[in-house]
């Protein structure tokens, strides 16, 4: 199909207003699902960044990684439920999926609903700028529902589709605008690190919360802007989260998984659910 074939349709922002087919049973707090649990080389066969919360009523994502559409759709998810999409940082394995998702929206799923996107400065040229790479010619398609993008630094507070966004800085490669991130519904915390070497930030991100989901990319050696298990193992004391969970590993730290198992984490995988 020709993207650009399609007849324009007018921008109609009352359309917004449908109710979403829901694909999971009610929850009665927060409900995290790691949709992609890779680093960005998607090492061990896992997929990019991408986390599902289902709040009561809302369902907002956590990056969208390019391996994020493949990796929806095969949990069984419907795009159409997605309210919201909160990016941590620039990087492809985090945000490249949005190009195809908000296309998928346009010419496969006719979403009429708003989609608001979240993130740091620079997210809406930078999507403009995909759309043309990777399928020319698409930024200019005359959009059936409004994606909104609503740009936010590190150290914000802001409503989010009922729920309430925190946003902290972190260590990362500078062009990416790196940012933790708490999400709450007012009675449960998921904490995130995003990607980042270590900083006494994480300590604040994972303050309480009923889940931290904390990068580890290396299981030996230090890498460079993320962190490794030997420095994360001797920092875990300082967490006061309920309960920790390990992402974005790369060969090395997905080698070390029994050792971080037995310190009495969770290790996350695609697919894994877990309630707040
Ligand atoms: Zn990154």
Redesign the pocket.
């Known amino acids: 199909m020709s993207l650009l074939s399609i007849p324009a349709v007018a921008l109609d922002l009352d359309a917004g207003n449908e109710e979403n087919s829901r694909d999971f049973a009610p929850v009665a707090g927060m409900k995290v699902t790691i949709v992609g649990s890779g680093d960005?080389f998607s090492s061990g066969g896992r997929a990019h960044t991408c986390i599902r919360i289902d709040a009561a009523t809302t369902t907002v994502v956590v990056d969208f990684g390019s391996g994020a559409m493949t990796a929806w759709q095969k949990l069984g998810f419907d795009f159409n439920n997605i309210d919201a999409i909160v990016v941590s940082?620039l990087?492809g394995?985090?945000f490249g999926g949005i190009p195809a998702l908000l296309l998928h929206a346009q010419f496969v799923a006719e979403r009429r609903r708003p989609l608001l996107l979240i993130g740091p400065p620079g997210l809406k040229v930078r999507l403009q700028e995909m759309l043309d790479l990777f399928f020319p010619g698409s930024s200019a398609v005359a959009w059936n529902y409004a994606w909104q993008v609503r740009e936010i630094g590190g150290g914000r507070k802001i409503a989010v589709s009922g729920l309430t966004l925190e946003t902290f800085d972190v260590i990362?490669?500078p062009g990416?605008m790196?940012t933790g991130i708490r999400l709450s519904d007012g009675k449960h915390i998921f904490a995130y690190s995003?990607?980042t070497a270590w900083t006494e930030t994480l300590n604040d991100i994972a303050a309480d919360a009923d889940l931290f989901l904390c990068e580890c990319s290396s299981g030996d050696e230090p890498v460079p802007?993320?962190l490794h298990w030997p420095l994360l193992k001797g920092k875990l004391k300082g967490f006061s989260a309920k309960r920790i969970a390990i992402t974005h590993m790369g060969p090395s730290a997905i080698a070390k998984i029994p050792e971080m198992q037995a310190a009495g984490l969770i290790v996350a995988n695609d697919g894994l659910s877990l309630e707040l």
């Open positions: 960005a940082h990087h394995d985090h990362h490669s990416s790196p995003g990607d802007n993320h």
